[in-house]
């Protein structure tokens, strides 16, 4: 069973800075994708931003030059570096990885509050 930990949210003033990690474990196979989502009270969950196996990365459009993924192999980790964050970032984030053989694993979620 794919064991995804989640770390590093909290409350940050709006301007602050977080940085989000996700360690996936309990697999052998093979991790291709590898990204977050969130959730806001009342809202759809959307997708953040994804790291491809090569590194290729996507983001939102409302995260785009604030917000850096990235992915480190050897620890089955990725990462997400937020800066310039607003209070409209305020969510649940959520890790998410598609596995070899498995499909798509989702952690348990990191509450992220923007707020002065």
């Known amino acids: 069973q794919v064991r995804l930990v989640e770390s590093g949210g909290g409350l940050v003033q709006p301007g602050g800075s977080l940085r989000l990690s996700c360690a996936a474990s309990?697999?052998?196979?093979?991790?291709?994708?590898m990204g977050w989502s969130r959730q806001a009270p009342g809202k759809e969950r959307e997708l953040v931003a994804n790291?491809?196996?090569?590194?290729?990365?996507t983001y939102a459009d409302s995260v785009k030059g604030r917000f850096t993924i990235s992915r480190d192999n050897t620890k089955n980790t990725v990462y997400l570096q937020m800066n310039s964050l607003k209070p409209e970032d305020t969510a649940i984030y959520y890790c998410?990885?598609?596995?070899?053989?498995?499909?798509?694993?989702w952690g348990q979620g990191t509450q992220v509050i923007v707020s002065s």
């Open positions: 998410e990885v598609l596995v070899q053989y498995l499909g798509d694993q």
């Open positions: 309990g697999t052998s196979y093979d991790i291709y994708t």
């Open positions: 790291i491809y196996s090569r590194g290729r990365t």
